[in-house]
Protein backbone atom coordinates (compact mmCIF):
# COMPACT_ATOMS: atom_id res chain seq x y z
CA UNK A 1 0.00 0.00 0.00
CA UNK A 2 2.86 2.33 0.83
CA UNK A 3 4.49 1.67 -2.72
CA UNK A 4 1.10 2.75 -4.29
CA UNK A 5 0.64 5.99 -2.27
CA UNK A 6 4.16 6.64 -3.07
CA UNK A 7 3.58 6.07 -6.85
CA UNK A 8 1.11 7.95 -6.85
CA UNK A 9 2.54 10.84 -5.01
CA UNK A 10 4.99 10.92 -7.07
CA UNK A 11 2.96 11.12 -10.43
CA UNK A 12 1.12 13.73 -8.94
CA UNK A 13 4.69 15.42 -8.33
CA UNK A 14 5.84 15.31 -12.33
CA UNK A 15 2.30 15.61 -13.49
CA UNK A 16 2.33 18.98 -11.68
CA UNK A 17 5.84 19.98 -13.09
CA UNK A 18 5.08 18.90 -16.36
CA UNK A 19 2.18 21.39 -16.31
CA UNK A 20 4.85 24.58 -15.99
CA UNK A 21 3.54 24.69 -12.33
CA UNK A 22 3.55 28.45 -12.83
CA UNK A 23 2.78 29.90 -9.20
CA UNK A 24 -0.47 32.12 -8.18
CA UNK A 25 2.14 35.24 -9.03
CA UNK A 26 3.44 33.91 -12.57
CA UNK A 27 -0.46 33.15 -13.04
CA UNK A 28 -1.68 36.40 -12.31
CA UNK A 29 1.43 38.51 -14.48
CA UNK A 30 0.24 36.55 -17.84
CA UNK A 31 -3.47 37.23 -16.89
CA UNK A 32 -3.03 41.19 -16.71
CA UNK A 33 -0.54 41.29 -19.48
CA UNK A 34 -2.87 39.85 -21.62
CA UNK A 35 -5.36 42.93 -21.13
CA UNK A 36 -4.68 46.55 -22.87
CA UNK A 37 -2.98 49.13 -20.30
CA UNK A 38 -5.07 51.58 -18.78
CA UNK A 39 -3.81 55.10 -20.31
CA UNK A 40 -4.30 58.28 -18.53
CA UNK A 41 -5.79 61.27 -20.13
CA UNK A 42 -6.26 64.53 -19.56
CA UNK A 43 -9.47 65.91 -19.38
CA UNK A 44 -10.12 68.53 -22.43
CA UNK A 45 -12.99 69.73 -24.19
CA UNK A 46 -13.65 68.54 -27.57
CA UNK A 47 -11.24 70.41 -30.05
CA UNK A 48 -14.56 70.81 -32.69
CA UNK A 49 -16.15 72.41 -30.10
CA UNK A 50 -16.25 76.42 -30.68
CA UNK A 51 -15.00 78.64 -27.81
CA UNK A 52 -18.30 79.96 -25.43
CA UNK A 53 -18.98 83.73 -26.19
CA UNK A 54 -18.95 85.91 -23.35
CA UNK A 55 -19.35 89.43 -22.16
CA UNK A 56 -17.87 91.69 -19.34
CA UNK A 57 -19.91 91.70 -16.43
CA UNK A 58 -18.32 94.31 -14.71
CA UNK A 59 -19.40 93.00 -11.16
CA UNK A 60 -17.13 90.13 -10.51
CA UNK A 61 -15.44 90.07 -7.21
CA UNK A 62 -11.90 88.82 -6.63
CA UNK A 63 -10.67 90.26 -10.22
CA UNK A 64 -7.29 89.38 -11.50
CA UNK A 65 -5.77 89.90 -14.49
CA UNK A 66 -5.74 86.41 -17.39
CA UNK A 67 -3.55 85.72 -20.14
CA UNK A 68 -5.14 85.42 -23.25
CA UNK A 69 -4.50 82.42 -26.25
CA UNK A 70 -5.01 83.92 -29.25
CA UNK A 71 -5.94 87.32 -30.72
CA UNK A 72 -7.47 87.82 -34.17
CA UNK A 73 -7.86 90.43 -36.19
CA UNK A 74 -10.92 90.50 -37.60
CA UNK A 75 -14.38 93.26 -39.17
CA UNK A 76 -11.43 94.88 -41.23
CA UNK A 77 -9.36 95.29 -38.28
CA UNK A 78 -11.29 97.41 -36.37
CA UNK A 79 -11.72 94.78 -33.87
CA UNK A 80 -9.86 92.07 -31.91
CA UNK A 81 -11.59 88.33 -31.01
CA UNK A 82 -9.61 86.77 -28.11
CA UNK A 83 -9.41 83.53 -26.64
CA UNK A 84 -8.90 82.00 -23.25
CA UNK A 85 -8.98 79.19 -20.89
CA UNK A 86 -11.27 79.48 -18.23
CA UNK A 87 -13.24 78.18 -15.97
CA UNK A 88 -17.28 77.98 -15.44
CA UNK A 89 -19.69 80.32 -14.29
CA UNK A 90 -20.54 82.23 -12.35
CA UNK A 91 -17.56 80.88 -10.81
CA UNK A 92 -15.42 82.73 -13.39
CA UNK A 93 -17.16 85.47 -15.23
CA UNK A 94 -15.36 88.38 -16.70
CA UNK A 95 -15.49 91.28 -15.58
CA UNK A 96 -13.88 93.69 -17.95
CA UNK A 97 -11.59 94.25 -20.83
CA UNK A 98 -8.94 96.81 -20.77
CA UNK A 99 -7.75 98.50 -24.42
CA UNK A 100 -4.78 100.74 -24.29
CA UNK A 101 -3.55 102.02 -28.07
CA UNK A 102 -0.30 102.98 -28.91
CA UNK A 103 1.07 104.08 -32.56
CA UNK A 104 2.37 101.09 -32.57
CA UNK A 105 0.91 98.78 -30.41
CA UNK A 106 -2.32 97.44 -28.77
CA UNK A 107 -2.25 96.04 -25.14
CA UNK A 108 -5.45 94.07 -24.46
CA UNK A 109 -5.90 92.97 -20.71
CA UNK A 110 -8.92 90.63 -19.65
CA UNK A 111 -9.83 90.55 -15.91
CA UNK A 112 -11.83 87.51 -14.84
CA UNK A 113 -13.29 87.06 -11.28
CA UNK A 114 -15.89 85.56 -9.40
CA UNK A 115 -19.78 85.71 -9.89
CA UNK A 116 -21.39 87.73 -6.61
CA UNK A 117 -24.20 84.96 -7.12
CA UNK A 118 -21.25 82.56 -6.56
CA UNK A 119 -21.89 83.22 -3.00
CA UNK A 120 -23.14 79.50 -1.90
CA UNK A 121 -22.11 77.39 -4.97
CA UNK A 122 -19.89 74.29 -5.53
CA UNK A 123 -17.64 75.19 -8.48
CA UNK A 124 -16.64 72.33 -10.54
CA UNK A 125 -12.77 72.25 -11.67
CA UNK A 126 -13.14 72.40 -15.66
CA UNK A 127 -11.55 74.42 -18.55
CA UNK A 128 -13.64 75.75 -21.25
CA UNK A 129 -12.33 77.84 -24.26
CA UNK A 130 -13.94 81.49 -23.86
CA UNK A 131 -13.83 84.07 -26.46
CA UNK A 132 -14.80 87.71 -26.40
CA UNK A 133 -14.23 90.68 -29.17
CA UNK A 134 -13.10 94.40 -28.58
CA UNK A 135 -13.63 97.02 -30.30
CA UNK A 136 -10.90 99.69 -31.45
CA UNK A 137 -10.52 103.10 -31.44
CA UNK A 138 -8.79 102.99 -35.13
CA UNK A 139 -7.92 100.01 -37.45
CA UNK A 140 -5.24 97.88 -36.49
CA UNK A 141 -2.65 98.41 -39.02
CA UNK A 142 0.59 97.24 -38.80
CA UNK A 143 0.35 98.05 -35.13
CA UNK A 144 1.41 94.52 -32.62
CA UNK A 145 -1.42 93.14 -29.74
CA UNK A 146 0.31 92.64 -27.15
CA UNK A 147 -1.29 90.44 -23.80
CA UNK A 148 -1.65 92.92 -21.09
CA UNK A 149 -1.81 89.76 -18.11
CA UNK A 150 2.27 88.71 -19.36
Do not use: F, H
Not at 41 to 56: D, L
Amino acid sequence: MRATTATLLAGCLALTAGCGGATTAEQAASTTTARPPVVSQPVTTSPTKAPEPVKPVGNAVDVRKVKWSKAKPVDKNRKVQLTWWSGVAPCTVLDRVKVKETDKTVTITLYEGRSPKARNVSCIMIAIEKTTTVTLKKALGKRKIVNGAE
